[in-house]
Every structure is written in C-alpha cells, then in structure tokens.
C-alpha cells in the first residue's frame, strides 16, 4: 500500500506559509471518498479500521455506504434528522498522528435571524396613526398601500346626505314660488336651480343682507320669489328677500352667510359636479388625515372662500356652493404630494391630473352663481390649515425640521388673513383696494355690463 501524501495543515491567518503534517485518512490526495482518485477499497477499510476509535456516537450511520462508518464526522443521513453538529476537538488524533482543524473553537449556538424592519399585522387606531406613534417602517408601508387614519369618510357621506337634503329643498322652495322646481323665468338658471331670488332667501352669500352696501341701499327692490315675469312685475324689499326674519329695524348684519352657502347649490348639475368631487377625491383626504382634520381643513377652507368672494366679487351677485370647502381639501392633496413624493405611485402622473382638475374647477368658478373667489379661498385656507393638521411622515431629522418650520409659519399666516379680510369686508371698500380682482371670477359680458357695477338686476324705488 502505498503512502498517502501529507495534507497541509490549516491556518488561521490568511497569507501564511502552509505547514506539511499528517491528514487523516479518507482526506489525502490519493485517498478520496468517491474512490476515483483513491487506492483498492480494501487498503481504505483496513484505514478507516484503524482510525474508528473517536468517532461521535450522536451520529446514525446509514447502510448505503458500509466502508465510511469508521470516519470520524461522516454521517449520510439527512440533516434534518441530526441531533447537533459535528465538532471535531481542538487536536484531532489520527493513524498519522496529531493535526489541527479549522473547527476547533466553534461552539453550538441556537439558529439567528437578521433583524427585518418592524412591521406589524395588528392595525393601530386612528389617534395611533394620526400622532404616528407606530413604526416609521409600518408608517412607510400604509402610505405606499394607500391606507390613511382611517378606513372609511364617514363625514364626507354625512356631508353629501345633509347636502341632497338641501337641494329638495332649495327646489321644493322654488317649486311652491315658481310651480316648478327649476326657474325659467324670468331667468333661466343654467344649472337647473331656483331663482336668485330664492337662493338668497335660502342663505346664498349676498354682501346686501350682512351688511351696508352703497350701492345697494336698504331701499333696493328685487324679484319676489314667485316672479315670473320679465321685466319682473312682482317686486319685493331687500329685508323681504334676505329673510331670516329680516332685520329688526337694524342693519343688515346676517354674518352667518360665511356659513350658509357651503351646503348651497346652484342647482342640480352644480350639485352632481361637488358631489363627484367630494365622494372622491374629498373622501380620500378624510381617509388619510382623519374626520376631526378634515372637518376642520374643511369648514375653515369653505368659510374663507366665502371670506374672500365677500371682499372682491361683485355685491348684487349671490354666491351658494361647497367648492371652497372642496378646493381646501384638494389643497390638503397637494401637501401631500409634496411631502410625500418618494411613498406616492407614479407622483409626476399625479401631479398633472392634479393640475387638469384645477384648471378645471377654476373654469367652472366662472359660472352664474358660482364663486371662483370661494375656489381661490378655500385653495390658499386648505394649504395653510392642510399643513398644520396633516399627518406628514418624516423619515430623517432634516425633514421633520423643515415640516415644523411650515407647520409654525402656516397658523399665524391663516389667522392674519381671517382678521384682516374679515374686518376689510364690514369696514373697507374692497373694489379700492384691487379694483380688477372682479375678473377672477367674471368674464366681462353685455350681459353683467362687463363686469362693471353691482351684478344686480333689480328696481330701486
């Protein structure tokens, strides 16, 4: 039998120069386990005899290969039917005598897992998600999968229920004026609605009923409500058509017009339109920021619009509609989408539609009855109320800085402008102060002498 050639003894380091010493048998370059390389199977079994003495006896040996149950480690079971590891000692002893293995300080651990981002199946509540006391990972994966504060826009429902209401009503008010439920006479109303007349006996904004206007003295006339005649032969007093049970002998003074038109419509296809935008793109502002958020970005945003349009629309025209509360929360989408950009599906794609639907609902505020200062309104209240209350996920240091800095500078901006339009509205003349701001939401016509005077069609006797 010929003499096995010496294996190198392992190093611990690399770039060290090998040492020759004795390998174990089984291990050489002669003598190989699959036998191709190795000499007769006799002279291997009388080896493998001579070397059983340490073999581990955790280990069951199988019957498929009878000469290498004598090595010490070798085992043909399956890995998951063994008990632990082989681990052969620090100085293993062998025919040739002592070597070295590379195993000897490796001691028996139980299995480990990297650690993976914390993300939990459990659902925090809505108080959880709004403060974002979860998971920055969890927060990260709900954004991307379009889930927000919460699951469903309970208010942006309840808002469209009271809001059909108001419009059967609105047209069964005209209908017991008019006898129908749509005025064609003496003007037609485009969106399928009463008469201006009845919109402002409902709580149309109407600068004339909340406060003193020159132009539009107390002794104004205007169409009753169940005028039908143009000319208009059946006139009514100011008082009469701003109802609410008039003024008292006082000035006019119904502030509550802020308020009023935001669950107003122009009429059924104005109606259809707002609705389409709140049970959509609305609901899923709710959805995200929470309805307590919302409500607030949503009835702060529609009450500036109003604000607004008081300040620089023409005073004889009355102004009804939910769009300023709708545009705040479109504003509130934008926030988003900027300071979301990286968690947000193809943003750019985004971005355009998002721009499509604002050139359109600004073209759409040019329309009779409808309020494009109420859109601007609610846009520039959405934006700074948006920013405040909405959840903003921040990932670094930097971030949540520059959110806070916008966060602080937003609230007092928002306040500033409610006082000071608020207080130009009873105590300035607004047409002083920007005399072409008219045009944003009118487009010079015969019809409304281009834009000129009052927007009111009426008999002042």
């Known amino acids: 039998m010929s003499t096995p050639t010496a294996f190198p003894e392992y190093s611990d380091h690399l770039g060290d120069e090998p040492q020759a010493s004795p390998a174990p048998p089984g291990h050489s370059r002669n003598a190989s386990t699959t036998h191709l390389l190795g000499e007769s199977d006799d002279a291997m079994q009388q080896d493998y005899r001579e070397y059983d003495s340490g073999r581990n006896s955790t280990y069951k040996f199988s019957d498929t290969d009878e000469t290498l149950k004598g090595v010490q480690g070798y085992s043909s079971d399956a890995l998951q039917d063994k008990d632990e590891p082989f681990v052969a000692p620090q100085a293993a002893t062998g025919p040739y005598g002592q070597y070295n293995t590379n195993y000897q300080n490796m001691d028996y651990g139980e299995p480990f897992d990297a650690p993976r981002p914390h993300v939990t199946s459990k659902r925090p509540n809505p108080f959880t998600k709004y403060f974002g006391l979860y998971p920055l990972e969890q927060r990260i994966a709900d ?135 709140q049970l959509t793109a609305t609901a899923q502002v709710e959805r995200e920021m929470g309805s307590v958020s919302f409500l607030i970005v949503y009835i702060t945003s529609g009450i500036f619009g109003n604000v607004l349009g008081g300040n620089f629309s023409l005073v004889g025209s009355p102004s009804v509609g939910a769009s300023g509360a709708i545009f705040g929360t479109v504003a509130v989408a934008w926030v988003d989408l900027f300071a979301h950009w990286r968690y947000i599906y193809q943003p750019g794609r985004k971005l355009v539609y998002m721009l499509i639907e604002l050139v359109i609902g600004i073209a759409v505020g040019f329309i009779p009855y409808v309020d494009n200062f109420a859109h601007i309104g609610g846009l520039v209240m959405g934006l700074l109320v948006g920013m405040v209350l909405y959840p903003i996920i921040s990932p670094s240091t930097r971030h949540r800085t520059i959110v806070l800095f916008f966060r602080i500078a937003a609230l007092p901006i928002a306040i500033v402008l409610y006082v000071v339009l608020i207080r130009n509205f009873y105590t300035s003349n607004p047409y002083a102060a920007c005399s072409w701001c008219r045009y944003l939401s009118c487009i010079p016509t015969s019809a409304n002498n281009h834009c000129k005077g009052t927007g009111l069609t009426s008999t002042s006797l």
Not at 237 to 251: A, P, T, V, Y
């Open 143 to 277: 954004k991307k999968r379009g889930i927000g504060v919460q699951r469903r826009p309970y208010l942006s429902w309840l808002l469209s229920a009271v809001m059909l209401g108001v419009i059967i009503y609105e047209l069964v008010k005209n209908w017991q004026a008019q006898g129908t439920p749509v005025s064609f006479k003496p003007v037609v109303n485009p969106m399928l609605g009463p008469s201006s007349s009845a919109l402002i006996n409902v709580g149309a904004r109407f600068p004339p009923c909340m406060k003193l206007v020159e132009d539009v003295p107390l002794s104004t006339f205007l169409p009753c409500l169940n005028d039908t005649a143009n000319p208009p032969d059946r006139i009514c007093s100011l008082e009469d058509i701003c109802g609410f049970g008039g003024f008292h002998g006082k000035d006019p003074n119904q502030w509550f017009r802020f308020i009023t038109p935001i669950f107003l419509h122009a009429g059924i296809i104005h109606f259809l339109l707002n609705m389409l935008a």
